[in-house]
């Protein structure tokens, strides 16, 4: 008898010893069920595992950024905690040239230029809040666990922006406007003050300057499908002459056929100049195209922000270059002639006095303004 006695002992003493382990790594089942966990559910108010927009809390532009197919219901992967977007979806366009929606196995792959299994921000192409959204230890690369985001119940949603989230637009983001998980939340609040300042989601950096040249990896001064990042049903509607590469020219999304006799040269313009001068000189006759990108805040109100559109609360300013129109517009001037709106995209079709091209922002204090435009100017001559 004795042993069995000590063989009994011996397994009842191995008992306690196990569970730890067991609750300190979750066994694969329960992983799989968190994945399967509906996104946004508090907002399923009957059960349906669909969110109406009725049902949704939040902007009208945020809905949309959930709404992948379109057809006004979240539902189905778009309200799947871990689902990607269908690349197949047309997902870009000159609004949303910035963002970056492959979170996927061949998105990091196709990122990861150097195959070093992270991404750099030098290898980052597009805007820097989904970078600092997804860069969840703040050291300044992606690694292959932050970029797929594979713990589903720690939901970033990182697909929406700051702006679009912050609905009543007092420049932070409550819980009641947050769409992601709690522990995001949490995480992401770095000064645990209970809301997320514009500085916690976005950052402080501004995108690149040029995105034609961010993706052009290889330096050849085109844009090949295996360098785009976005579906390839976007490639082909950007491929205007279907040749399979893409111009600068085709990028910028100019109306003009008779792109390649034109010049084309990208400006930043500083938030905090006045006039920037173009080195361009045009003539009575000649043809100018202009499309913008970016964002200035305006005072140190974090969200008095302005698009090349100008403010999006529509405000004015007073001793602005064009007092009638919102402060912080893209503007332009040729020469010593009156200034004229530009906003997100603008042809100045020959222009009936010659001079200098001058590009600014409609604001009357500059010094406490930050951010940039991106400015594609492409002028052709008669």
């Given amino acids: 008898m004795q042993p069995h006695v000590f063989a009994a002992i011996v397994v009842i003493g191995l008992v306690p010893l196990a569970r730890p382990a067991a609750s300190a790594d979750p066994p694969q089942p329960a992983r799989a069920q968190a994945r399967n966990a ?34 006004g219901v979240l539902a189905g992967n778009e309200v799947q905690a871990g689902a990607a977007r269908n690349r197949n979806e047309d997902d870009f366009d000159n609004e949303r ?25 030098s290898e980052w192409h597009y805007d820097v809040e989904s970078f600092v959204r997804a860069d969840r230890n703040r050291d300044g690369v992606l690694t292959r666990a932050e970029f797929l985001n594979s713990e589903a119940d720690t939901d970033d949603d990182r697909g929406d922006r700051f702006d679009n989230l912050d609905a009543n637009r007092n420049g932070r983001i409550e819980r009641s406007e ?29 995108p690149e300057s040029d995105l034609f040249s961010s993706l052009d990896v290889n330096r050849d001064g085109r844009v090949s499908p295996n360098e785009w990042h976005w579906s390839r049903r976007s490639f082909d509607k950007q491929d205007r002459n279907r040749d399979g590469q893409l111009s600068r020219y085709e990028l910028a999304n100019m109306d003009t056929p008779s792109a390649p006799t034109g010049v084309t040269t990208v400006f930043v ?12 000189d045009l003539r ?22 302005a698009g090349p559109a100008g403010s999006r609360n529509n405000r004015r300013a007073a001793e602005a270059p064009l007092r009638d ?7 332009a001037r040729v020469g010593n002639a009156a200034p004229v709106v530009i906003g997100a995209s603008r042809t100045l079709d020959r222009p009936v006095t010659g001079g200098r091209l001058y590009l600014g922002v409609n604001d009357d204090y ?17």
């Fill in 97 to 121: 040239r910035w963002e970056f929606t492959d979170w996927t196995v061949e998105g990091f792959r196709t990122l990861d230029h150097n195959n070093d299994r992270r991404i750099s921000r």
């Fill in 178 to 206: 947050w769409h992601g998980t709690r522990d995001a939340f949490e995480w992401m609040d770095r000064n645990n003050d209970g809301v997320l300042s514009r500085t916690e989601v976005v950052g402080e950096e501004a």
């Fill in 269 to 280: 313009i500083d938030g905090r100049q006045r006039w920037v001068d173009t080195g361009i």
């Fill in 325 to 331: 129109q919102p402060a912080g517009t893209l503007i």
């Fill in 38 to 71: 509906m996104r946004f559910q508090g907002m399923d108010t009957n059960g349906d595992r669909r969110i109406t927009r009725d049902e949704w809390r939040g902007s009208e532009q945020s809905f949309r950024t959930h709404d992948w197919n379109g057809d």
């Fill in 284 to 305: 009575a006759g000649d043809t100018v195209s202009l499309t913008a990108e970016g964002e200035i805040i305006m005072s140190n109100d974090n969200a008095d922000v």
């Fill in 366 to 382: 500059l010094l406490d303004n930050r951010g940039q435009f991106r400015v594609i100017v492409t002028s052709q001559r008669r």
